[in-house]
């Protein structure tokens, strides 16, 4: 990805404007529009599948539904065909010769037959709708779940990876778009089976109609389809902007950045970018209409030839007696009904091909996320682990030249505390993942009491990891569940009241309107807030509930009080017996109670002992602690 940003500065001084938002141009295999080289012939053989892969889809989230839907299609097709077939009936009969009455009289047939014919079609048409209504909902939500669930489980380098994110955004719009799926196809195959109901009845009249009916619809269905195209193409090259714009609407209007954003003076110029952007966006798709507009006004003119050709034919073939009478009256239903389920035909058909644009982009994310999701092996890890050893572990992120970690060897075991500290970007909290096996080392191994992480089974491996990251979530969930995230051990509250106790935030949390049940939003009705040392407090909690052998906390108190940082501190020495402790952290003065200290600079460890040993050894930990000191 380019990213380039125009400088708008002057060199004559003063104010300068707001510089505009970033040019963003995406290389590599993601950043080609995979309709770009496809022709017509190829995007119209893409139906079949797409009914075919909306039809599994449907039939997998509700069977009755799908049934239904399908004898309400035959159903309007048959009365379709019955009402031609009858009103040539009844045409002949009223065209003929009698009295008016003896006309009308022997026609009434025919005519309840019609009428009869079309209730049923109305009918069908109602519990079409309905069946709709019942899969269309059950379908999208099918499909939000498996997005969200494929980037829940990717690993988690893929989100560091060339294209996941614009993938995604891509993805989120084919869900959106899944409800149209059902409602299109179904009006496509209602249109297929009334058209094809109607053309055998239209050629029966005359063979040389359907023909011309052909050629009169098929230009608004290539026009279509190519429109589709065009709007496709608009919108591949504004993904990288969408995506963009909608990451800063959500940090432009969340609450908890509200403060940052009026005490900096920024309201203006997000309210500048957020508009500056959209602009460019909407340029983009101003610049597409004038081909829409070609292509609708060559495709319409084309197509009014060809119409204008079949009603001359049925004109000609009515008045040189080629056709009787009644016969050409029929054709002239015949050929308004044939013409409106053609109509209908190509244009849901057009609809069906534009939606599964965006359900392929959809479906190729989750195929992606599915290759990226963890494929390590089942091994399982034991219950109590006794040790974990890292043996020349080296990481590179995605796109970056420089290791992470460069050749780390260490070896932790039950009822040691270890300290990690280092400048920034030295590959601490690296070094945490990868102990843990959320990042899979590139070179070296990872071993739970033998176990290489590369071959565990990821669950099992994190079911007996505790981690406290330095960005944590703050779930919009009840105070309880922010604790025991789902995971609840008995049926009473007693382990949470405990973790609460041991964090010091029983009488926070017994301030709050209902205590454990507490909605943690301030947002939602009835919800509070925490303040950031609280937050953090009970992100530790989280940890310390979950009991397991190794126990990782990442900057784990630098919103805290001196009471609350207390208060952890002497928690995790309490339980350090049972389990391994990794504690990553700049404030030196935390590492006292460590066991062993590491000192991390540019991924590799350059000096480990005790806080006494480090201190006096002259090294980068004596120079941070003096820094430290000299504040």
Sequence with gaps: MQVTVTDTSTESGGTPPPPPP?????????????????????????????????????????????????????????????????????????????????????????LIVVTAAAAIARTSGALSSYADGRITPRLTTEADIALVSAVCRVESSAYGEDGFADRQEAAEIGVTRTRLMVQDAQRFMSALIRMLAASGVITTLHPLMLP??????????????????????????????????????WWATYSGFGDEVRAN?????????????????????????????????????????????????????????????????????????????????????AAMFHTSLYLADMRAFLDMAGERAPDR?????????????????????????????????????????????????????????????????????????????????????????ALVPQNFARWPLRTRENITLGQPRTHDDAPVWDVVDAVGMRDTIEKLPRQLDTLLAKELWGGAELSGGQ????????????????????????????????????EIRRIAAERMTIVVTHQLENTRLADRILVMARGRVIEQGTYEDLTHAGGLFAELVALAQDR
């Design 22 to 110: 970033a040019t963003i141009a995406f290389e590599g295999k993601f950043g080609k529009n995979p309709l770009a080289g496809a022709s017509f012939t190829a995007m119209c053989r893409r139906l079949p599948a797409v009914l075919a892969h909306t039809a599994r889809r449907a039939w997998a989230v509700d069977r009755t539904g799908v049934v239904l839907l399908l004898v309400c299609q035959l159903l309007t097709g048959v009365a379709a065909a019955v009402v031609l077939t009858f009103t040539a009936r009844a045409m002949t009969h009223i065209l003929g010769t009698g009295t008016v009455s003896e006309r009308l009289h022997t026609a009434l047939p025919a």
């Design 377 to 465: 092996g089942d091994l399982t890890i034991p219950d109590r682990v006794d040790e974990v050893r890292l043996d020349e572990v080296v990481y590179h992120y995605p796109g970056k030249d420089e290791p992470a970690v460069a050749g780390v060897s260490l070896t932790l075991r039950r009822g040691e505390i270890l300290a990690i500290v280092g400048e920034n970007g030295s590959g601490k909290s690296t070094l945490a993942k990868l102990i843990t096996g959320i990042l899979l080392a590139d070179k070296g191994r990872v071993l739970w009491d033998g176990t290489d992480l590369a071959r565990a089974d990821p669950d099992a491996v994190w079911k007996r990891t």
């Design 535 to 570: 937050w953090q407090r009970l992100v530790c909690g989280r940890a310390l509930y979950r009991q397991t052998p190794l126990l990782i906390l990442d900057e784990p108190t630098s919103q805290m009080d001196a009471r609350g940082e207390h208060a952890i501190f002497l």
């Design 212 to 249: 011309l009916l052909l050629l009169a619809v098929l230009p608004a269905g290539a026009g279509a389809v190519l429109s589709a195209r065009v709007d496709y193409e608009t919108h591949y090259l504004n993904l990288g902007d969408r995506n963009v714009r909608s990451m800063m609407r």
């Design 265 to 349: 003076g920024m309201t203006g110029y997000l309210t500048y970018w957020y508009r500056a952007l959209s602009d460019r966006i909407d340029r983009r798709t101003l610049t597409a209409a004038p081909r829409m507009l070609r292509i609708n006004l060559s495709t319409g003119a084309l197509g009014g030839i060809f119409l204008l050709g079949t009603w001359a034919t049925l004109a000609w073939l009515a008045t040189t007696g080629r056709v009787a009478l009644p016969v050409a009256a029929t054709a002239v239903v015949a050929v308004q009904t044939t013409l409106a389920a053609l109509s209908q035909f190509v244009i849901h058909g």
